[in-house]
């Protein structure tokens, strides 16, 4: 399976970016996908995801309400839609997947993953 990341970009405080995962090799509705990002000098952190089972999605409490999470099962991509963005979300953004369905915050238990994409977020 290969996850394929892109979107990111340089925008100011309280732009927006949507961010998108083609999946090949498996289909986007059958893994639970998620969204992590690191910044420099910190661990990777869990962004969003969204599950395989019932489409039900989770964030980061700093995300909630500015970020969402979809997906468009026929052209097998997943994809983040970033609003209202600050500095602090400044990161490479990476998409994930998960057989299993429950998506869980920890980036080592997930199965697959992608490249990465940065996001920077300044004036």
């Known amino acids: 399976v290969q996850l394929q990341a892109s979107g990111g970009g340089l925008v100011q405080p309280g732009g927006s970016l949507r961010l998108s995962c083609v999946a090949s090799?498996?289909?986007?509705?059958?893994?639970?996908m998620g969204w992590f990002r690191q910044a420099p000098g910190k661990d990777r952190e869990f962004v969003a995801s969204?599950?395989?089972?019932?489409?039900?999605?989770h964030y980061l409490d700093s995300v909630k309400g500015r970020f969402t999470i979809s997906r468009d099962n026929a052209k097998n991509t997943v994809y983040l839609q970033m609003n209202s963005l600050k500095p602090e979300d400044t990161a490479v953004y990476h998409c994930?997947?998960?057989?299993?369905?429950?998506?869980?915050?920890?980036?080592?238990?997930?199965?697959?993953w992608g490249q990465g994409t940065q996001v920077t977020v300044s004036s």
């Open positions: 994930a997947g998960d057989t299993s369905p429950y998506g869980s915050i920890w980036a080592e238990t997930w199965d697959y």
């Open positions: 090799g498996r289909t986007v509705s059958s893994l639970t």
């Open positions: 969204i599950r395989s089972d019932t489409y039900t999605t």
